[in-house]
């Protein structure tokens, strides 16, 4: 039930953010920092099984680093320095398909701290995750019953939270700030009553639709 639960609010949130994005596209440019992407990536649980993520970010704080050499022929030759530090708020829905075995739904919630240097076009990124994981059986399943007749079981499967740990490399295209991403993870996945780690990796791109 408390999983019924945290899945409904995380659909919630995904659905709000998605308005949110449809109705922020009326606003002015100065308003541009908080519209929200529309990311779209291949996932590949373990790297090798396919499926696809879609998700969305909102800036939650941006702070910028200045460095100025102490010494004046060092700062002449080098030049200062900009480090531009965002924190966002990530929403993500997807699905991978592991053949002869299961199809996985996860949607979850993450954190990110996103990092570029002198605003240069590749830049690099950390997050942190939490997700619900469905496993769904894509193979027939069947249950003993108590009069030893044999039932089978539709939709079997399990299901449990998903932590995530994914660093990320971007590269910007274009004055419209279209990005394309990689963005390996490292993974805690419940199964049952017990942890274990697991890994996946996404490729995809982030689009300003609003832009």
């Known amino acids: ?12 949130l995904l659905f ?30 373990n790297g090798v099984h396919p499926g ?6 909102y800036l939650l704080h941006e702070k910028t680093k200045v460095k100025i050499y102490k010494r004046q022929a060092k700062q002449s030759k080098k030049g200062s320095k900009t480090k ?11 699905y991978y398909n592991h053949p002869n075995n299961h199809t996985g ?11 570029n240097k002198n605003k240069k076009k590749v830049s690099f990124a950390w997050s942190f ?11 027939e399943t069947f249950e003993i019953l108590e009069d030893g007749s044999i039932n089978t079981i539709n939709l079997a499967g399990n299901g449990g939270l998903m932590f995530a740990l994914a660093p990320s490399i971007e590269r910007r295209f274009g004055e419209k700030g279209t990005l394309l991403f990689l963005k390996p993870a490292f993974q805690a996945v419940k199964y049952n009553h017990s942890n274990f780690l697991n890994a996946a990796v996404e490729l995809g791109v982030s689009l300003n639709l609003s832009k």
Do not use: W
């Not at 531009?84 to 997807?94: E, F, H, V, W």
């Not at 739904?105 to 990092?115: D, F, N």
């Not at 995750?129 to 193979?139: D, H, P, Q």
């Open 16 to 45: 709000i953010s998605f308005s949110t994005n449809a109705q922020e596209q009326e606003l002015t440019s100065s308003s541009d920092k908080r519209m929200l992407p529309l990311r779209v990536s291949y996932y590949g649980e």
């Open 52 to 57: 696809l993520r879609v998700g969305t970010s």
């Open 129 to 139: 995750e939490v997700n619900y994981l469905r496993r769904f059986y894509n193979i």
């Open 105 to 115: 739904v996860l949607l979850g919630l993450g954190v990110t701290r996103h990092k």
């Open 1 to 12: 039930m408390k999983y019924s639960k945290i899945l409904k609010s995380l659909s919630f």
């Open 84 to 94: 531009y530090i965002q924190y966002k708020l990530d929403a993500n829905l997807g």
